[in-house]
């Protein structure tokens, strides 16, 4: 079983960067696929970046392709979501999530964190 504990959200204005940490506890962390998701009021979950157990591959919607940079530190059971060029529409509260499955769909995520709040002001 894997623990998730985000930290590092905030309060920023347009054109700011933040840096997202989540900690995990378990054994198994390193064989996790680990992955951040972020809720805006009144929007589903969405999925924002993943990374394979090693680190070797990452994902990105669209949406943040290019500003948002996922990484882990396996050795310190970690991941990272640093968040550059921020807007308004990145605000959201932002999940931390593991599965044990090769995938970025939300719905097959096993374990989550219970979120931090990003607010980006304009």
């Known amino acids: 079983q894997v623990q998730l504990v985000e930290s590092g959200g905030g309060l920023v204005q347009a054109g700011d960067s933040l840096r997202l940490s989540c900690a995990a506890s378990g054994r198994t962390f390193r064989t996790y696929r680990m992955g951040w998701f972020r809720q805006a009021p009144g929007k589903e979950r969405d999925f924002v970046a993943g990374?394979?157990?090693?680190?070797?591959?990452?994902y990105y919607a669209d949406s943040v392709k290019g500003r948002f940079t996922i990484s882990r530190d396996n050795a310190k059971n970690m991941v990272y979501l640093q968040m550059n060029s921020l807007k308004p529409e990145d605000t959201a509260v932002y999940y931390c999530a593991a599965t044990s499955q090769s995938t970025n769909d939300g719905r097959r995520f096993d374990y989550w964190g219970q979120g931090t709040q990003v607010t980006v002001s304009s």
């Open positions: 990374i394979n157990w090693s680190g070797s591959s990452t």
